[in-house]
C-alpha cells in the first residue's frame, strides 16, 4: 500500500512537472504561466503569452530572449533620457526563441526582435537569436528582409524652424539693474533677535 502511494506521488510529481508551462505559451491569467508568480501572461498579446516582465540580461529561461522593446522614442532626436533601462517608454520581455516560423503559434512569426517593425534591443550576449514575435501587417514572410520601414512619426519635432531646445533645466532670472535678489530677504538691522522675543524663564 505504502509503495503504491510513493509511486502514485512520484507520477504526479513528474506529470506535474512537465506540464510547467513556457515562455511564449498562450494563457488567460498569470497562474496559468506559473503558480509561483515568476511568470505572467501578458494579455496585450493575440491569445496571451506567458512571460517575465522587466527582465535583465541573461535572465530568462534557457528557451528565451530578454528583449527590451521600444528602447528610444521613434522620431525624437533627443535621447530620451536613455540609460540602461533604455527609454522611459521601453519595456522588457523574455520573449521564446525559434529558428524558424513552425517553432511559433499561430499569429506569430520567427524574426530578429532588432529589425523594423519591432526595433528592439536584445540585452542577452546572443544578439542574433530569434524570437516568436506577433505578425505585424508591415512584415513580410521572409524574416523581414525585405521590409522597407516607414520613416519615423514625427512626434516630438514641433512645426517651424525657430524651436528651442528640449530642456528641462530652471529657468534663468535676470532684472535691469543686473542683480539677481535672493530668493530668501536676509534679515536687517531693524529685525529683532530670537532672543528678545523669548519671554525670561526664571
Given at each position: 500500500?505504502?509503495?503504491?502511494?510513493?509511486?502514485?506521488?512520484?507520477?504526479?510529481?513528474?506529470?506535474?512537472?512537465?506540464?510547467?508551462?513556457?515562455?511564449?505559451?498562450?494563457?488567460?491569467?498569470?497562474?496559468?504561466?506559473?503558480?509561483?508568480?515568476?511568470?505572467?501572461?501578458?494579455?496585450?498579446?493575440?491569445?496571451?503569452?506567458?512571460?517575465?516582465?522587466?527582465?535583465?540580461?541573461?535572465?530568462?529561461p534557457e528557451e528565451a530572449a530578454c528583449v527590451l522593446f521600444n528602447p528610444a522614442v521613434p522620431g525624437c532626436s533627443y535621447d530620451d533620457r536613455a540609460g540602461a533601462g533604455g527609454s522611459r517608454i521601453a519595456r522588457s520581455f523574455c520573449v521564446v526563441a525559434c529558428e524558424t516560423n513552425d517553432d511559433c503559434r499561430s499569429g506569430y512569426v520567427c524574426?530578429?526582435?532588432?529589425?523594423?517593425?519591432?526595433?528592439?534591443?536584445?540585452?542577452?550576449?546572443?544578439?542574433?537569436?530569434?524570437?516568436?514575435?506577433?505578425?505585424?501587417?508591415d512584415f513580410d514572410v521572409d524574416g523581414g528582409a525585405s521590409f522597407t520601414p516607414r520613416p519615423p512619426a514625427p512626434i516630438c519635432d514641433l512645426p517651424g524652424s525657430n524651436v528651442a531646445p528640449i530642456d528641462a533645466s530652471a529657468p534663468t532670472m535676470g532684472t535691469d539693474a543686473g542683480v539677481v535678489p535672493p530668493l530668501v530677504p536676509d534679515a536687517g538691522p531693524g529685525d529683532l533677535d530670537a532672543g528678545d522675543d523669548a519671554s525670561d524663564g526664571g
Open positions: 500500500m505504502r509503495f503504491s502511494l510513493r509511486l502514485a506521488l512520484v507520477a504526479l510529481a513528474m506529470a506535474a512537472s512537465g506540464c510547467r508551462p513556457s515562455i511564449g505559451d498562450r494563457c488567460i491569467i498569470s497562474t496559468d504561466c506559473s503558480t509561483r508568480g515568476d511568470r505572467l501572461c501578458d494579455t496585450a498579446q493575440p491569445g496571451g503569452y506567458c512571460t517575465q516582465f522587466n527582465c535583465k540580461a541573461e535572465s530568462c524574426a530578429d526582435p532588432r529589425l523594423p517593425p519591432w526595433n528592439g534591443f536584445v540585452q542577452d550576449k546572443v544578439q542574433d537569436r530569434k524570437t516568436c514575435l506577433v505578425a505585424s501587417a
